[in-house]
């Protein structure tokens, strides 16, 4: 499966972003898939994950109560809805494919979008 991050962007503390992951190639809903991101000097964590069916999700403690993981399998789309944004969250974000639970390991990735927050 192929995969493209959308939607970054230069945004202002206390803002909000969506950002989209499509994917094609192979059948998207077989997959679940998260969101990762890595800043300058950081290693890339985990921000969200998401089961195939959307009916199980896992948070990162930071992105917990601000961020929403979602998906669409008839769009073949996943969604990182992030809001009030904090310079801190200035990063890289990347989607990712496979086993929701250990996304580290799997060999789908799209390629980033930078996300921006400026104080």
């Known amino acids: 499966v192929q995969l493209q991050a959308y939607g970054g962007g230069l945004v202002q503390a206390g803002g909000s972003l969506r950002l989209s992951c499509v994917a094609s190639g192979r059948t998207f809903s077989r997959y679940g898939m998260g969101w990762f991101r890595q800043a300058p000097g950081n290693e890339r964590e985990l921000v969200a994950a998401i089961s195939w069916s959307g009916d199980w999700t896992h948070y990162a403690d930071f992105a917990k109560a601000r961020f929403t993981i979602s998906r669409d399998n008839t769009k073949n789309t996943g969604y990182l809805q992030m809001n009030s944004l904090k310079p801190e969250d200035t990063a890289v974000y990347f989607c990712?494919?496979?086993?929701?639970?250990?996304?580290?390991?799997?060999?789908?990735w799209g390629k980033g979008t930078l996300v921006t927050v400026s104080s």
């Open positions: 990712a494919a496979g086993d929701p639970r250990d996304l580290t390991d799997t060999e789908y």
